[in-house]
């Protein structure tokens, strides 16, 4: 058999470039991106079909501190994405020396079989003088081991052919997984709430950093070819709620211009997006507004 295939966990801490990573590798975006860390909520699957392989990249939240439910979820779906993979990818942030979540991340893997391979990938490496990057390089091999490393900027596309080739021999000789049209495990009315969310992310910058969900109620497809998306951003205070409207409501709809034009460029399509802001207090420390909103913790 000249086909290989297999699932890729993709973990690191928050903001390192997964999502981006993602995006560039399967040339489209499917994963929300924005420079605020702990973008990714969820665990996605990324599919990317060649020729002769199918890599299947597990996108996963940061893996961080956790300071309420929210956090205790992201990190629970971080690390049950490590079971049953073929690899394991590990994304670190070269710019950067190791931090105290990725000291946490080398001990979590520490618990998981050594007979799963790990990749180390060192991110941002135009960021980096060339001088340091190898001293840089060692710090992180220091935290893990029997680990390949390579070196990759996600955001300007430098090593992604090599790191591609490397994944490809890493994975297991095996027939495809899923159709080769299929990209992601994920429906287009979930990647909206994504890009809905990056777009109030980027907007917003620091003035409401995480302290917002958002809720599709409803995804219609319409006879004219175009779709009706109505949404909720769910905020922790009155305070936020002015914020995310803005005077005269121009934030609001600055908000939606963004994620409409990212949702029909995923979509293929035009829509109709109407958006609404509803005060939810303390919702990531509210258990039954966690479930609602789909970041229920697991037993």
């Not at 994304?91 to 190791?98: C, E, G, I, M, R």
Request: net charge negative; proline share 4%; charged share 30%.
């Amino acid at each position: 058999m000249n086909h290989r295939s297999g699932f890729i966990a993709v973990i690191g801490h928050p903001n390192v470039g997964k999502s981006t990573l993602l995006n560039a590798l399967l040339g489209q975006k499917i994963a929300a991106v924005s420079p605020r860390p702990q973008t990714t909520r969820k665990r996605q699957l990324g599919i990317l079909t060649l020729e002769h392989a199918q890599l299947i990249f597990v996108d996963t939240p940061g893996i961080h501190n956790a300071k309420h439910k929210l956090g205790e979820f992201l990190n629970q779906e971080a690390q049950e994405a490590l079971d049953g993979v073929d690899l394991i990818l590990w994304l670190v942030d070269a710019s950067t020396h190791p931090t105290d979540e990725d000291v946490n991340i080398s001990t979590l893997l520490k618990s998981v079989s050594p007979r799963t391979p790990r990749m180390l990938v060192l991110n941002k490496i135009d960021l980096v003088q060339p001088d340091d990057l190898s001293a840089r390089e060692k710090e992180y091999a220091e935290l893990t081991s029997n680990a390949s490393v390579m070196r990759i900027s996600a955001a300007q596309r430098l090593g992604l052919g090599e790191l591609l080739e490397a994944l490809i021999q890493a994975v297991p000789e095996r027939e495809a997984e899923y159709p080769e049209e299929q990209i992601t495990d994920l429906y287009e009315k979930e990647i909206a709430g994504d890009l809905i969310r990056e777009a109030c992310l980027i907007k917003l910058r620091d003035e409401v950093p995480h302290g917002m969900a958002i809720r599709i109620d409803e995804f219609k497809e319409r006879d004219n070819g175009m779709a009706y998306i109505a949404a909720t951003i769910f905020v922790e205070r009155e305070s936020q709620k002015g914020i995310v409207i803005g005077e005269s409501g121009k934030m609001l709809k600055a908000i939606g211009s963004a994620a409409r034009k990212e949702i029909e460029e995923m979509g293929g399509h035009r829509i109709f997006l109407e958006l609404r802001v509803k005060v939810s207090k303390d919702w990531r420390n509210d258990p039954n507004m966690l479930k609602q909103l789909g970041y229920g913790k697991k037993k």
